[in-house]
Each structure stands twice: as C-alpha cells, then as structure tokens.
C-alpha cells in the first residue's frame, strides 16, 4: 500500500481535470457574461413567444425554408391565430433588424456559426 | 355450402378475367378525355421565345443579361473559367449545330444568341441530383434550384445538355454589383461557394405576377418589342401559343428528348409580322 498517495493524488488531479468544463464555466461568472442583445424595433410581438424563439428558432426557420422553397407555402399561422410571411429578411429581420447585434452577438456567445449570410442580404443594423 | 372446388376455381378465373378488363373502365379516362387541352387538367408549363434576329442586336442582348444579373445579384467574374451566367450570349453554330453547314456565311455562323436554361419538360438535371436540390415544378414547370440543399457535386452541369449551369468556385459577393451604400442591387439572396446556379425564370417575380427581369428590360429597348416573349405554353390563347403555332420555330436539341421549353423565332410571316407593326 506504499503507492496510495500516488494513486490518490493522480486520481484528484485526473477528476479535476476531467470536471474542467464545469468547475471553469462555475468560476467565471458565465451567466453574467450573457451578451446583451440588440431589442426587435418595431412591431407588436414576435411570431411566437420570446422563450420559444430562443429554444427553437432554428427549427421554425428550417420549417419556413422547406416550407417557402419547396412547396411554395408562405403564410405561418402562429400558435394565437395571427398569420405571418414565412420569411428571414421580409419578418424576422424588419424587426430585429440588426444581424449583428442580435443574431451574431448571441451565436458568437453560444458558439454557434450561422451561414445565412452568406448568401442572404443581412440588414446592417439600425 | 355447396361450393365444390370445381365452382371456386371457375369463379377465381372471372374474377381474374373481369379485374384485367377494369382499367378499360377507368372513369378517369373519359374525364381527362373530355377536358380540352390547356385547361383544367394541364398545369401551367412557362415558356420563352426568343427572337433569333432581334437578339442580334447588342443593346438587346446587354439590356437582358443587366437586368438579369441586377435582379438576380448574379456576379460578373472576369475569369472566364469561372463565369457565372443565367442568360448570356454564344454564336449560333453552338447553340444550333444544325442550322449552320460549311457554307453558311460567317456572319450568320457567329451571329450572338441569348441562351438560358430552357426549364426542360425532362430535365436531365433533375435526374441527377442527388440531394433533390434541383426539381422539377409541377404547379408551373418552372426547374427550381433549392440552395439550401446543394451539395456541389456538379452531376446537374455534366446532365445539363445546353451548358445552363454555372458553378460558384469562390465566394460570389466581391463580385456582386453594390449601390451607393455597398450593399448588393438587389435583396435577393447571393450564392456561396460550392453551389450551382442558374435561370428560375424569375420565380419570385413571377410569384408576385410580374414578367421575368429579362423580358420586362428588353420592353424598354427602342425597335426591340417581340425579342423576348413569356407565357403559358399549354395555354392556347397565350402569346408564346401564338407564336408557336403560327410562326417558324425552333428548339435546342430537340432530338434528345428533354422537351426544352425556350423556343427560337427563326422568322415572322409577312402577315404577322405586319399586324406586329400595327399593334
């Protein structure tokens, strides 16, 4: 048993390590550095609520995509009844209408790359 | 019951027989029999004639191919490897191998004539795609391009028998014309790298019940009316119809079977041609 001090202290230094990602993101006041994001300009609400759209706007926009390319639908009926153009720069953007400020700030925070746009127009902000 | 095995097996065979008879007496057959061509039952199929003389000329050529690549932020590369082009121009013994032979005067041999992609009835493309980025549209024929879902492989540009593809090798933006504020002419949405490209027959425009880009720009060339002309091939009244009936047209490469749906106005009876005038 002469080797338990070595055993013991490799395996703290080895779980230490392996926490890493928790104990860092615990000691560096992560949820205080959430970027403050550029607030939509105009309009009475989003197509859904705020909550949602941050959870799934992903899967609404790929859903509009499909939707307007592929089989031609433009009109979203939201979840209260009221109906939208399914469209990125036409809905989305004419209110959030700083790319910068309000998608990139976030996704760079979240380390998500966006490729929208590459190909469509973003609007340069307000 | 008195059914012996003979009674079955006799009654297997009717039935058998009967079922064989049944398509003849399809009612679907005497419904798409009695509807008259270019109504109801045919969906729309949009088709363009162009004018083989009038597009000849520079300034009509020029006024299409601006409006196309202004509508479309379609970049103009100067390499001519790596051109990206929806409507543009090639000498006639290209786009006609069979209208020129050893004796036809050079300039009729070169004569410019705009090119496009001819949104073929089979189209070739379509086939060959293998993500389903490029289809056929039933509603109106239209062979659309999903960007979303183009994978470059360029399978689409080998199928393509008239070369209407184009292929984006780097990053199109540097060369897209901008406005005074440095954002590209038009909101329409620019390609990236690694996809392909070509004629919708300006499907968001026609969405929005307006001509494509081309033909509108070709309306305001003096002396130019009739160079361009859009509309419904499988409507009778409608003037591409016209045309087609009554006039000397023709296709590209007609013999292998893509049913192209960009016709060539070889040239205008007298008549026509006077009642063109007059209107």
Redesign the interface.
Known sequence: MRDRTGIVLGLGAFLALAAFPVWHALGSDAERARPELERAVEGPACVEDTLFMTAHHQEVLNAWRTAVVRTGERTYVSTSGVEHEMSLTGTCMRCHADSQGFCERCHDYAGVTTRCWNCHVAPEGS | MGETRRDFLTGLGAAAVAGCGLPLFDPTRWLQASVAPGTAAAATQWAMVIDLELCRRDDVRRACMDACRREH?VPAIPDPDERIDWIWAEERQHVFPDLVHEHTAVEVREAPVLVLCNHCTKPPCVKVCPTGATWK?E?DGIV?M???RCIGCRYCMAACPYGARSFNWR?PRPHVARDAEG??V???????AGVVEKCTFCAERI?AGREPACVEAVRAVPGAAGALTFGDVTDPGSPVSQLLRHEQTVARLVDLGTGPNVYYLVSRSPVAAAEGEGA
């Open positions: 932020n549209r509603r659309m999903d960007m979303h990053d954002k590209p038009s909101d329409y949405p620019t390609r990236t969405r």
